[in-house]
């Protein structure tokens, strides 16, 4: 938490709405917490819904050749050594030898404006000293050497807590992919190339967790695994950054806030021959969204070595067998969350003193959609007529009831939410025309809107 409170105002700011409207809260918080855990709320829990549904119909549904999967978060061991994850999956550790808090080596040269891109551990150790880097806890510049540490959370299956039953928690759902490539192949007969995807939780015990939701020790997938023929992954990278972009394009995330950064030649993990990653700037610095890497056949390779099945593909038509190569782009939904939050996220003065806290959230992911407000909450026309119109618009979309104060406080209630539409049912509409005064969320314009036409209004905007 103290690393929310130290950053600047406006994700400060995000923190204490989403506190306060019900969108993520800390953790344990009446047992005093647990350091960089948050739940989500009523309203974050449709927010991030919504993000998945639009990510799954976008890359699933609405593609050719792309198919879901939910595999299990507990893996055979072996998968782990197979993958690398065991003997490589580690940050740079050091500690300060005064007050012994642990930090990540690589960050603290970050931070003090030097490049740890690529550096080894005894290279982090000597650029720190080089540097007289301090710590950021209690001031002194005297740390341990720099050693790795393994970010995998290990537990233990079964009753007996012994090395032989000892088990991790999955630090990426890229592995249940690959460990199930033979079974979807098998069952599904997908054409090459074709991909799966999957959205699940991961696990990484972060040396330095923190910024709110941004990095956290368990956080949510959105990954695709794209087998490809080698020799094309290249092209498929390139078709990956193009859908990715337009995705968070759909979604109202665009402009220079958010960069395509590709990975330079001493940044690329020893088994991809290009990556890029999605980056978007917090009010903290630049910071990874998405990583689309193109990981050749390292993965399938290493299964097939490890678990001793074949996991080659045979080209009918060119009479050729090969293991298939991977694109790979991998969202962090919790971080994709953060950020619709913080990009949507304002604050207007609205003149003559009034002002105004606005999400401007895109209406796909907004948590809801429509709120009906009865301009008198003891007048039974209006409240029947309220309630009638609150049950058919609820049956196309998530849309609330709220007669609990005057109407300018409602609208500023809604839109602090980031709620598109706010509809009023006055006397007019019970006494006169039967229509109703839809007011919108960005523009807060008033449009007059026949009650019987109300729900396909709202479907032209919404869907
Ligand atoms: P970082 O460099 O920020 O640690 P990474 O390169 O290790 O990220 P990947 O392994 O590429 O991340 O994971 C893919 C995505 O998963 C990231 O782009 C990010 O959105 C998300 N992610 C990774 N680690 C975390 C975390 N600790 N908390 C929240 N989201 C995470």
């Not at 309203?43 to 991030?48: D, F, I, P, S, T």
């Not at 080089?130 to 790795?148: H, N, Q, V, Y």
């Not at 909450?377 to 618009?393: D, L, Y």
């Amino acid at each position: 938490m103290a690393d929310t409170e130290t950053q600047g105002n406006s994700l400060k700011d995000i923190v204490a709405l989403c506190k306060r409207r019900g969108f993520i809260f800390p953790g344990s918080e009446i047992y005093g917490g647990l350091a960089n855990t948050w739940d989500y709320g009523p309203l974050g829990v449709e927010l991030k819904n919504n993000i998945k549904r639009t990510w799954w119909k976008f890359f699933v549904h609405d593609q050719d050749n792309i198919l879901g999967l939910d595999s299990a978060i507990l893996m055979n061991p072996r998968v782990w050594e197979a993958s690398g994850h065991v003997g490589s999956f580690s940050d740079p550790l050091v500690d300060c030898k005064k007050c012994r808090e642990r930090f990540r080596g690589d960050k603290l040269i970050e931070d003090a404006g030097g490049d740890p891109v690529g550096k080894t551990l005894q290279e982090i150790s000597a650029m720190i000293q080089a540097m007289k880097i301090k710590c950021p806890s209690c001031g002194t510049a005297d740390f341990t050497e720099a050693r790795a540490f393994n970010l995998m959370f290990r537990t233990f299956q079964g009753v007996v807590e012994e090395t032989s039953t000892a088990i991790y928690l999955r630090p990426e759902t890229a592995q249940g992919i690959f460990t199930n490539f033979k079974n979807v192949v098998n069952s599904l007969h997908p054409k090459m190339p074709f991909g799966i995807a999957q959205i699940g939780k991961s696990f990484r015990n972060e040396i330095t967790p923190g910024n709110f939701t941004f990095r956290t020790r368990e956080f949510e997938q959105m990954e695709i695994e794209f087998f490809v023929e080698p020799g094309t992954e290249l092209e498929w990278h390139e078709h990956w950054c193009a859908k990715s972009r337009e995705w968070f394009e759909s979604l109202g995330l665009a402009g220079d806030k958010l960069r395509f950064r590709e990975h330079a030649a001493e940044e690329l993990s020893h088994y991809s021959n290009k990556t890029t990653d999605v980056e978007y700037l917090f009010p903290f610095g630049w910071g990874e969204l998405e990583g689309i890497a193109s990981r050749t056949d390292f993965d399938l390779k290493r299964h097939q070595e490890f678990s001793g099945e074949d996991l080659t593909w045979f080209d009918q038509e060119k009479n050729t067998r090969y293991i298939p190569y991977v694109v790979e782009p991998s969202f962090g939904a919790d971080r994709t969350v953060l950020t619709f939050l913080i990009n949507a996220y304002a604050e207007e003065d609205l003149g003559e003193g009034k002002s105004r806290t606005v999400l401007r959230l895109h209406p796909k992911i907004a948590p809801v959609k429509a709120a009906i407000l009865p301009l008198k909450k003891n007048e039974p026309r209006i409240v029947e007529k309220a309630r009638a119109i609150h049950r058919a618009v609820r049956n196309r979309w998530n849309a609330t009831y709220d007669d609990t104060g005057g109407i300018g406080k409602l609208y500023r209630r809604q839109d602090e939410i980031g709620t598109p539409f706010c509809i009023t049912v006055d006397f007019e509409t019970v006494e006169k025309d039967n229509a109703v005064t839809v007011r919108e969320r960005d523009s807060m314009t008033q449009t007059r809107v026949p009650v019987d036409s109300l729900v396909s209004w709202l479907a032209e905007r919404l869907d």
